[in-house]
C-alpha cells in the first residue's frame, strides 16, 4: 500500500490539534457513507471501484482495441474532470519520451483550451495520421470540447471515411441529454455513459478515464484493483488513527487553520506532472468556494527548485507541502565514473542516479522544515496502474472528507459558470441578449 507520514508537520502543529478534528473527520465520512451531506447526489465515486465489473472491463477493453488496431494516434477531447484524470495516469506510466516513439497508439489531448494555433498544429500533425478521437462530456455542451469534437469529426470524416469515422470515434457522456448524446446516437457512434452521481473530477474510475487509459496499452483491472484495495483501507469501519484518508484531511484542515493557505503538491519525478494537474482541479474545485479552501498549487522538483524553490524556503511562510514519493525507478542507472573527473562528480560513481534524486528529496524536506514549510509524504512504492489506483481514490476520499470538515459542499463547482455567461454574452450567443447588452455597458 501506499503510506501517509505526518511526522514532519508536528514542528508546526500539536498532535493533538489532529487528533481534536477526530470527531469532525469521523462526522464528514459518516456523512459521505450515508449521504447526509451537501452534494450527496454527487456521491457515485464513493464505492465505485467495487461496483467495477469484469463485463464492464472486458467492454472497455474491447473497444479499447478497436481503437488501437485501428488508430496510430487516438484525441481525448474533453476538459477538467473529462481529461486530467486520464491524462494524469497515462502520462505517469508513459516513458518519458513517449511522443517520439512510434510503437503504440499515441494518445493526444484537445477540447481543453481554445488556442487556435493549438487546434490548427493539431490537425497539421494529424492529417497524415490514421486517428481516431474519444469525444468526453458529461453535459455534452462544453464550448472548449465541442469546438475541438467539430473540427476533428470533420477531419476525421474526410481523412478516413464516413464508416471508418464512424468506428474510430466514440463518445463518453450523458445517458440522455447533451449535445454530445444527440450527436453520437445520430451518428451511431460506441458510447459509454458518465454517471449521473458522479461530477467530473471525480469520474477517473468511469469509461472517461478507464477507456483512454485502455487505449494507451494499460491495465485497467490493475488500476481498479489499487482503487479497491485503497477503498477499503480508507472506509468508514477503518479507525481514524490507522485511515490514510481521514488523517491526510485531519491534518491539512489543522495546518489551514494556523494560517498555512496554499499546499504544495511536490513530485520528484517529472512523469507525475499530471498527477499534480489532476489533484488541482480535485482539491481547487473541491474546496474553494464561500471564501474558504486552501489553495492548491504544485511543483515538479529538482527542476523547480531552481526557480519556485526560493520562494518555498524564504517566501510568507503560508505553505506546506506534500511529497508524492516514488520509493523504486523502473529503470536502473548508474553514475559512471570518469578518469579526469573535471566535473568532480566522481564521488557519486557507482550510484544509482535514483541514489542522489533521493537525497535531493531528503535535503529539501529537511530545509523546507527549517524553512518553517510543513511536511506531509506521500510514498508510492512504484509507478504502476496498481499504486496510482490507490493514489488517485486516496485523494478522492480524502478531498470528499476534506471538504466537509472545512464546511463546504466538495460536489459542486457554481465558481466555474461566471467566465462562461461572460464569454457567450460578449459572443453574442442566442439566449444571452439581455447579458450582452449589460457586458457592453462595462467594456
Ligand atoms: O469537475 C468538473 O465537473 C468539471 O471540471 C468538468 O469535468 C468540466 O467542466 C467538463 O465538463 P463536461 O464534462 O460537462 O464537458
Same mark, same amino acid.
Given at each position: 500500500?501506499?503510506?501517509?507520514?505526518?511526522?514532519?508537520?508536528?514542528?508546526?502543529?500539536?498532535?493533538?490539534?489532529?487528533?481534536?478534528?477526530?470527531?469532525?473527520?469521523?462526522?464528514?465520512?459518516?456523512?459521505?457513507?450515508?449521504?447526509?451531506?451537501?452534494?450527496?447526489?454527487?456521491?457515485?465515486?464513493?464505492?465505485?471501484?467495487?461496483?467495477?465489473?469484469?463485463?464492464?472491463?472486458?467492454?472497455?477493453?474491447?473497444?479499447?482495441?478497436?481503437?488501437?488496431?485501428?488508430?496510430?494516434?487516438?484525441?481525448?477531447?474533453?476538459?477538467?474532470?473529462?481529461?486530467?484524470?486520464?491524462?494524469?495516469?497515462?502520462?505517469?506510466?508513459?516513458?518519458?519520451?513517449?511522443?517520439?516513439?512510434?510503437?503504440?497508439?499515441?494518445?493526444?489531448?484537445?477540447?481543453?483550451?481554445?488556442?487556435?494555433?493549438?487546434?490548427?498544429?493539431?490537425?497539421?500533425?494529424?492529417?497524415?495520421?490514421?486517428?481516431?478521437?474519444?469525444?468526453?462530456?458529461?453535459?455534452?455542451?462544453?464550448?472548449?470540447?465541442?469546438?475541438?469534437?467539430?473540427?476533428?469529426?470533420?477531419?476525421?470524416?474526410?481523412?478516413?471515411?464516413?464508416?471508418?469515422?464512424?468506428?474510430?470515434?466514440?463518445?463518453?457522456?450523458?445517458?440522455?441529454?447533451?449535445?454530445?448524446?444527440?450527436?453520437?446516437?445520430?451518428?451511431?457512434?460506441?458510447?459509454?455513459?458518465?454517471?449521473?452521481?458522479?461530477?467530473?473530477?471525480?469520474?477517473?474510475?468511469?469509461?472517461?478515464?478507464?477507456?483512454?487509459?485502455?487505449?494507451?496499452?494499460?491495465?485497467?483491472?490493475?488500476?481498479?484493483?489499487?482503487?479497491?484495495?485503497?477503498?477499503?483501507?480508507?472506509?468508514?469501519?477503518?479507525?481514524?488513527?490507522?485511515?490514510?484518508?481521514?488523517?491526510?484531511?485531519?491534518?491539512?484542515?489543522?495546518?489551514?487553520?494556523?494560517?498555512?493557505?496554499?499546499?504544495?503538491?511536490?513530485?520528484?519525478?517529472?512523469?507525475?506532472?499530471?498527477?499534480?494537474?489532476?489533484?488541482?482541479?480535485?482539491?481547487?474545485?473541491?474546496?474553494?468556494?464561500?471564501?474558504?479552501?486552501?489553495?492548491?498549487?504544485?511543483?515538479?522538483?529538482?527542476?523547480?527548485?531552481?526557480?519556485?524553490?526560493?520562494?518555498?524556503?524564504?517566501?510568507?511562510?503560508?505553505?506546506?507541502?506534500?511529497?508524492?514519493?516514488?520509493?523504486?525507478?523502473?529503470?536502473?542507472?548508474?553514475?559512471?565514473?570518469?578518469?579526469?573527473?573535471?566535473?568532480?562528480?566522481?564521488?557519486?560513481?557507482?550510484?544509482?542516479?535514483?541514489?542522489?534524486?533521493?537525497?535531493?528529496?531528503?535535503?529539501?524536506?529537511?530545509?523546507?522544515?527549517?524553512?518553517?514549510?510543513?511536511?506531509?509524504?506521500?510514498?508510492?512504492?512504484?509507478?504502476?496502474?496498481?499504486?496510482?489506483?490507490?493514489?488517485?481514490?486516496?485523494?478522492?476520499?480524502?478531498?470528499?472528507?476534506?471538504?466537509?470538515?472545512?464546511?463546504?459542499?466538495?460536489? %459542486?463547482? *457554481? !465558481?466555474? #459558470?461566471?467566465?462562461? +455567461?461572460?464569454?457567450? /454574452?460578449? @459572443? %453574442?450567443? *442566442? !439566449?444571452? #441578449?439581455?447579458?450582452? +447588452?449589460?457586458?457592453? /455597458?462595462? @467594456?
Amino acid at each position: 500500500m501506499i503510506t501517509l507520514n505526518t511526522k514532519k508537520v508536528l514542528p508546526f502543529i500539536q498532535k493533538e490539534a489532529v487528533t481534536a478534528l477526530k470527531p469532525q473527520v469521523m462526522n464528514a465520512m459518516q456523512m459521505l457513507e450515508k449521504g447526509t451531506g451537501e452534494g450527496a447526489d454527487f456521491l457515485g465515486w464513493l464505492h465505485l471501484p467495487s461496483s467495477i465489473t469484469d463485463e464492464f472491463l472486458s467492454d472497455i477493453e474491447q473497444t479499447a482495441k478497436v481503437l488501437r488496431d485501428n488508430c496510430d494516434v487516438v484525441v481525448v477531447a474533453g476538459i477538467g474532470g473529462s481529461y486530467l484524470g486520464a491524462r494524469a495516469v497515462i502520462e505517469a506510466l508513459n516513458s518519458n519520451f513517449q511522443a517520439y516513439s512510434a510503437q503504440q497508439t499515441a494518445v493526444v489531448y484537445a477540447g481543453h483550451n481554445i488556442s487556435e494555433d493549438y487546434l490548427f498544429e493539431l490537425m497539421q500533425f494529424l492529417a497524415d495520421k490514421r486517428f481516431g478521437v474519444i469525444n468526453i462530456s458529461k453535459s455534452g455542451t462544453t464550448t472548449e470540447t465541442a469546438l475541438a469534437f467539430r473540427l476533428l469529426k470533420k477531419q476525421c470524416e474526410s481523412q478516413r471515411g464516413k464508416e471508418m469515422a464512424k468506428k474510430v470515434i466514440v463518445a463518453v457522456t450523458d445517458a440522455k441529454k447533451g449535445a454530445a448524446r444527440t450527436l453520437a446516437t445520430q451518428e451511431g457512434y460506441k458510447t459509454y455513459v458518465i454517471p449521473d452521481n458522479v461530477g467530473g473530477r471525480f469520474s477517473v474510475l468511469t469509461p472517461v478515464g478507464l477507456l483512454p487509459i485502455a487505449v494507451a496499452g494499460y491495465d485497467v483491472r490493475a488500476f481498479v484493483k489499487g482503487a479497491v484495495e485503497m477503498e477499503k483501507a480508507t472506509s468508514v469501519d477503518v479507525p481514524f488513527e490507522e485511515n490514510l484518508a481521514a488523517q491526510y484531511a485531519a491534518v491539512r484542515n489543522a495546518l489551514y487553520s494556523t494560517g498555512k493557505k496554499i499546499e504544495i503538491l511536490v513530485n520528484f519525478q517529472p512523469k507525475l506532472h499530471y498527477v499534480s494537474e489532476w489533484w488541482k482541479q480535485l482539491y481547487g474545485e473541491s474546496e474553494g468556494k464561500d471564501g474558504k479552501g486552501i489553495f492548491p498549487a504544485s511543483v515538479d522538483f529538482s527542476t523547480d527548485l531552481h526557480s519556485m524553490g526560493q520562494w518555498i524556503q524564504e517566501g510568507e511562510r503560508t505553505i506546506f507541502e506534500t511529497v508524492v514519493s516514488v520509493e523504486k525507478t523502473r529503470h536502473e542507472l548508474l553514475v559512471p565514473s570518469d578518469e579526469q573527473n573535471l566535473d568532480g562528480l566522481n564521488f557519486l560513481a557507482g550510484k544509482h542516479v535514483d541514489e542522489v534524486n533521493k537525497m535531493a528529496e531528503l535535503g529539501t524536506q529537511l530545509a523546507h522544515v527549517d524553512g518553517g514549510v510543513p511536511n506531509i509524504r506521500l510514498s508510492i512504492p512504484v509507478l504502476d496502474e496498481h499504486y496510482i489506483g490507490q493514489l488517485l481514490y486516496f485523494f478522492e476520499k480524502a478531498c470528499g472528507i476534506s471538504g466537509y470538515v472545512l464546511g463546504v459542499n466538495p460536489f %459542486n463547482q *457554481p !465558481g466555474v #459558470e461566471a467566465y462562461k +455567461k461572460n464569454m457567450f /454574452a460578449l @459572443l %453574442n450567443k *442566442p !439566449g444571452y #441578449e439581455e447579458e450582452s +447588452k449589460a457586458i457592453q /455597458a462595462r @467594456l
